[in-house]
């Protein structure tokens, strides 16, 4: 089945600073790949997603990259502020509308004022 | 819109016991999937369902039950609680067309097993 991992397990960034996140699957059929933000206390939301058509996507101070050779993908963050501090988990799976999700381990992002 | 809801927040167990972890969402999201959420190990799918009367096993699903008997509604059950099953589990639930395929998460219950 696929496997994420998921890199690193914490990162602490100057507020204004950019933060990247990076994942890497192990099933060249995966082809959507979404992002969620989980605050404390709370459930996952999820806050950026592409599909292996698309190399880019953004989404104000947030973009995912990918690379299909390479079989990983990145969350950028710029500009990043205290709010933005949160666990960020990568997932991805065979289909767009597949229902089984693979999940990475989780990154903790804490934003240092 | 409530979105996802989840009862109850905290729950402790004794071994052996069991005890159904409430999931209810008024989107009108026919599918419906259950997770538990570990330290260093991410989200791990344990059921799903993609509509009232169909569920169907995700990575994780030994241990656990679970029906569909409406749309709003998808319970998720110990039988035998095991220290194992201690986790943060959490409900989701989306659309399966329409263009989206946002997954919506509930609050969590947060599981002790004695």
């Known amino acids: 089945g696929e496997n994420v991992e998921q890199h690193p397990s914490t990162l602490s960034v100057q507020e204004g600073d950019s933060a990247v996140i990076k994942c890497t699957y192990s099933?060249?059929?995966?082809?959507?790949f979404p992002w969620y933000k989980q605050e404390l206390g709370k459930g996952p939301q999820l806050i950026i997603d592409?599909?292996?058509?698309?190399g880019e996507k953004k989404d104000q101070r947030i973009a995912v990259t990918l690379n299909k050779t390479a079989k990983h993908f990145s969350l950028h963050i710029t500009e990043t502020q205290p709010e933005d501090s949160a666990v960020y988990f990568c997932?991805?799976?065979?289909?767009?509308?597949?229902?089984?999700?693979?999940f990475g381990t989780g990154t903790r992002l804490t934003i240092i004022p | 819109n409530a979105g996802v809801t989840q009862t109850p927040k905290f729950q402790v167990l004794k071994t052996g016991q069991s005890m159904t972890l409430q999931c209810a969402q008024d989107?009108?999201?026919?599918?419906m999937s259950w997770y538990r959420q570990d330290p260093g190990m991410g989200l791990r799918l344990i059921h799903y369902?993609?509509?009232?009367?169909?569920?169907d096993q995700g990575e994780v699903p030994n241990g656990y039950n679970v029906s569909r008997s409406t749309t709003e509604d998808f319970p998720l059950r110990l039988l035998s609680a095991a220290p194992s099953q201690t986790s943060v589990y959490f409900c989701?639930?989306?659309?399966?067309?329409?263009?989206?395929?946002?997954?919506?998460f509930g609050p969590g219950t947060r599981l002790t097993v004695l």
């Open positions: 997932a991805a799976s065979l289909t767009f509308g597949n229902e089984k999700l693979t």
């Open positions: 592409i599909r292996s058509n698309v």
């Open positions: 369902s993609v509509g009232a009367g169909i569920t």
């Open positions: 099933d060249s059929a995966s082809n959507y």
């Open positions: 989701a639930s989306k659309l399966t067309s329409g263009g989206t395929n946002e997954q919506f």
């Open positions: 989107m009108n999201h026919e599918y």
